[in-house]
């Protein structure tokens, strides 16, 4: 089965940091394009990064400047840095990933989701 798994979630001041990874198990052969969204309560989901498998990034301009999309190919995960975080960032953190597995199907995957909290 593949599957994309998200960790380093948790709670953080305001201007702190936060890493979360998002790590593809499973019968892979590469992730394609991949991507980090996010969704507040009682908002819609939010694109906040993408990152290529040339590694082309973009991101919006609420995030822009704060959050690092990157990739380790050869461990088939996906990261997001987060820096000056502000309460605002406070969501859920999904991980989206186009996935071309051994078997020479693409998949389109999420993850369970990470709780990323700023407060003090």
């Known amino acids: 089965q593949v599957r994309l798994v998200e960790s380093g979630g948790g709670l953080v001041q305001p201007g702190g940091s936060l890493r979360l990874s998002c790590a593809a198990s499973?019968?892979?052969?590469?992730?394609?394009?991949a991507a980090w969204y996010r969704q507040a309560p009682g908002k819609q989901r939010e694109l906040v990064a993408t990152?290529?498998?040339?590694?082309?990034?973009n991101y919006p301009d609420s995030v822009k400047g704060r959050f690092t999309i990157s990739r380790d190919n050869a461990k088939n995960t996906v990261y997001l840095q987060m820096n000056s975080l502000k309460p605002e960032d406070t969501a859920d953190y999904y991980c989206?990933?186009?996935?071309?597995?051994?078997?020479?199907?693409?998949?389109?995957?999420w993850g369970q989701g990470t709780l990323v909290t700023v407060s003090s």
């Open positions: 989206n990933a186009a996935i071309f597995t051994t078997t020479f199907t693409y998949l389109e995957l």
């Open positions: 499973g019968r892979i052969s590469r992730i394609e394009n």
């Open positions: 990152i290529t498998i040339g590694g082309g990034t």
